[in-house]
């Protein structure tokens, strides 16, 4: 039982776009927080101006509010930590910074880039560690003051006691225990006067009261760094989780050249952000079962991280789209028919416009066909526009001799039918079989392949019906001029 409001953040930098495993740090972040009724912060990284890239920002927001993973506080909400975007937080460092270099915890240094680049070559021909020496650690204040009044380029670092066991519990992994001779003086503040992540991420998750830092696994080797700041300030530390790697099928990490890793991506093909989540959820954590259909409120009611894994998770979009499919089922047909006329208007196929009402019966006899909204367009054109051409095979196998007067018959029976029913195009097929003894298939792989050009579909009577009489005795009639066997 956790007895603090938990208060945990997403701190992603705007580098482009969400990384997919970008969005399930957020997603484990945010379900950590509902579930403990706690608060999700989202806080922007943004003090690498090199890696500043224009319009970042808002698509990393709008990225994040499509998946419904809005932020209690953050640069859109706001909030009483504010800002919430690390460029707006400069003299917070600036002032904290003060601090450790008064008590020796951290100091200036003014080494040019070719000394650091020689230490470096010199280190690697010893076979040593590559590594700051300390050099600047000696100056005397008098120095540093001559230093900074010729305006000479520095940096500030954090000055690591060498030899000491650094430990901290990682609450995925168990106690996680560093050396601080295989950690260099870290920079905390940069030449141009930014503070690098370390130093801002710290300061931060701290004064925004963070009570549980949870991120990629890729950032473990810099917690020891992060627990030695803590301990400088004489701060509470939050706890640490490190969630698993995303993998390839093949084992490797998550890498783009073996497949989509933006959110974007994913949105833009037509996965629903349920499933996506759903999925999302699944990479590196399960509730103890082999339950995996998840609405969001029951991921909530179910996320706990000592059921996060340790090992990697790997990446198979085989499950996501029946997971995709699974959730499609499970809108209602009016949910789904806002998505549809939206395809609708995207779509580049000519096709007529139906009503809402016909639209409708299109979803219900369809729904268990398709994995994705498009498909109800995709799947089944013949419901849009009628058939230009007639699958060869279908008609190969299917299209006898007498199945030209067959569906002459039918088109005669429904004819005489006015506005037939469901039923009434089904007992129209059926009476004609039953008086030629006939199986029924023998006049519904014809009709299907009249009416929609190709041998696979929904229910007969479910395509009849929707197309109506007109409609599929028009098709019947064309069908008999092209078809020829
Ligand atoms: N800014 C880091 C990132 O881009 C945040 C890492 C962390 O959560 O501490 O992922």
Same mark, same amino acid.
Request: charged fraction near 30%; proline fraction near 8%.
């Given at each position: 039982m956790i007895n603090k409001e938990v208060r945990v953040r997403f701190a992603p930098s705007p580098t482009g776009y969400l990384h997919i495993g970008g969005l399930r740090t957020a997603l484990y972040n945010y379900l950590f927080a509902k579930n403990n009724k706690g608060k999700f912060i989202l806080r922007i990284e943004d003090t690498d101006r090199n890696r500043y890239v224009d319009g970042a920002l808002d698509n990393l927001i709008s990225t994040l509010n499509w998946a419904g993973l809005?932020?209690?506080?953050?640069?859109?909400?706001?909030?009483?930590?504010?800002?919430?975007?690390?460029?707006?937080?400069l003299d917070i460092y600036k002032s904290h910074i003060k601090n450790l270099l008064v008590n020796k915890k951290a100091y200036y240094c003014f080494c040019t880039q070719e000394r650091l680049r020689d230490l470096r070559e010199k280190q690697k021909q010893e076979g040593l560690q590559t590594k700051y020496d300390k050099h600047c650690l000696s100056l005397s204040q008098n120095e540093i003051d001559i230093n900074l009044r010729n305006n000479l380029t520095y940096v500030i670092r954090l000055n690591i006691e060498s030899g000491k066991d650094i430990s901290f519990t990682d609450l995925i992994r168990g106690e996680v225990v560093f050396n601080t001779d295989t950690i260099d003086d870290q920079v905390l503040i940069k030449s141009d006067g930014f503070p690098t992540y370390h130093f801002a991420n710290v300061v931060d998750d701290h004064l925004m009261q963070i009570t549980h830092v949870i991120r990629g696994e890729e950032w473990i080797s810099s917690t020891p760094k992060h627990v030695l700041l803590y301990d400088y300030f004489n701060w509470e530390k939050p706890n640490f989780a490190h969630l698993p790697l995303l993998l390839n099928p093949d084992k490797s990490k998550l890498s783009k050249r073996q497949g989509d890793v933006a959110v974007e991506d994913y949105r833009d093909k037509g996965y629903l952000k349920d499933a996506l989540l759903n999925f999302i959820a699944l990479l590196g954590w399960n509730?103890? $079962? $082999?339950?995996e259909f998840y609405k969001m409120d029951q991921l909530i009611n179910s996320f706990s991280l000592e059921r996060v894994n340790k090992s990697g998770a790997v990446f198979n979009t085989e499950k996501l789209d029946w997971l995709n499919a699974e959730h499609l089922r499970k809108l209602t047909n009016e949910e789904i028919l806002n998505m549809l006329k939206q395809e609708l208007i995207n779509t580049e196929l000519v096709i007529k416009n139906l009503s809402d009402a016909h639209l409708l019966l299109i979803i219900e006899a369809m729904k268990e066909r398709v994995s994705f909204v498009k498909e109800f367009i995709t799947s089944c054109p013949y419901f849009y526009s009628e058939p230009t051409e007639y699958d060869e095979c279908v008609i190969k196998k299917k299209w006898k001799e007498d199945s030209p007067k067959l569906l002459k018959l039918f088109s005669d029976g429904i004819n005489k039918i006015e506005n037939p029913s469901k039923e009434d195009f089904e007992s129209t097929l059926k009476n004609i079989c039953v008086e030629k003894n006939i199986g029924l298939g023998k006049l519904i792989h014809p009709l299907r392949l009249a009416l929609s050009g190709v041998g696979i579909g929904p229910g007969i009577f479910d395509l009849t019906y929707i197309l109506g009489k007109e409609e599929t005795i028009k098709r019947i009639d064309k069908a008999l001029e092209i078809i020829i066997n």
């Open positions: 809005t932020a209690d506080e953050g640069p859109e909400t706001g909030g009483i930590f504010g800002p919430y975007l690390q460029s707006e937080r509730a103890g $079962d $082999d339950k």
